[in-house]
T-cell receptor, first 111, second 112 residues
Framework: SQKIEQNSEALNIQEGKTATLTCNYTNYSPAYLQWYRQDPGRGPVFLLLIRENEKEKRKERLKVTFDTTLKQSLFHITASQPADSATYLCALENYGQNFVFGPGTRLSVLP | DSGVTQTPKHLITATGQRVTLRCSPRSGDLSVYWYQQSLDQGLQFLIQYYNGEERAKGNILERFSAQQFPDLHSELNLSSLELGDSALYFC???????????FGPGTRLTVL
């Protein structure tokens, strides 16, 4: 069956460190993958998109990698700040029809 | 501000009732998506419309229906409401199906 997993449900890190979030999927073949940030009670906000032929994408302190062999995407936030505390969602393109969202990882950056 | 508007922000109703949630997409966006997010579940895709036509269907209950009007706004109708329907309902829009989705602020539905 198809599955998207984000390890782990919650992640606590110290301010200034690099946060690494993972997104693993099974029985999907996404042409691209997106990462979103969601604050409590608000709608998700788009952060980055990476295509299947791209290994890595960067935007300011954010970096995403996409390994179609491992069926995994890693999302990194370098020099993390308390303001980065939020839930981060990965979303897979699903055969050109829609996106399927992972369950999310709740990141807490401690001062 | 994403440019996607949703009304109402909050809705409190009783079991068995029917409600309508409304979404206006960003200017120029043809695709509208509806999602349900409850405390114990992630973002669940319900249904997508593209330029007035249903494009994709997710885990949408038969008690729920949606439509997209010629002016591209969309409505999600929820009927015979149950306690378990209490959730945040998000609408998102995009230019085309494969584009980034922009989410509205959501409608928080509480069924008592």
């Amino acid at each position: 069956s198809q599955k998207i997993e984000q390890n782990s449900e919650a992640l606590n890190i110290q301010e200034g460190k690099t946060a690494t979030l993972t997104c693993n999927y099974t029985n999907y073949s996404p042409a691209y993958l997106q990462w979103y940030r969601q604050d409590p009670g608000r709608g998700p906000v788009f952060l980055l998109l990476i295509r299947e032929n791209e290994k890595e994408k960067r935007k300011e302190r954010l970096k995403v990698t996409f390994d179609t062999t491992l069926k995994q995407s890693l999302f990194h936030i370098t020099a993390s700040q308390p303001a980065d505390s939020a839930t981060y969602l990965c979303a897979l393109e699903n055969y050109g029809q829609n996106f399927v969202f992972g369950p999310g990882t709740r990141l807490s950056v401690l001062p | 501000d994403s440019g996607v508007t949703q009304t109402p922000k909050h809705l409190i109703t009783a079991t068995g009732q029917r409600v309508t949630l409304r979404c206006s997409p960003r200017s120029g966006d043809l695709s509208v998506y509806w999602y349900q997010q409850s405390l114990d579940q992630g973002l669940q895709f319900l249904i997508q419309y593209y330029n007035g036509e249903e494009r994709a269907k997710g885990n949408i209950l038969e008690r729920f229906s949606a439509q997209q009007f010629p002016d591209l706004h969309s409505e999600l109708n929820l009927s015979s409401l149950e306690l378990g329907d209490s959730a945040l309902y998000f609408c998102a829009s995009s230019r085309r199906t494969e584009d980034t989705q922009y989410f509205g602020p959501g409608t928080r539905l509480t069924v008592l």
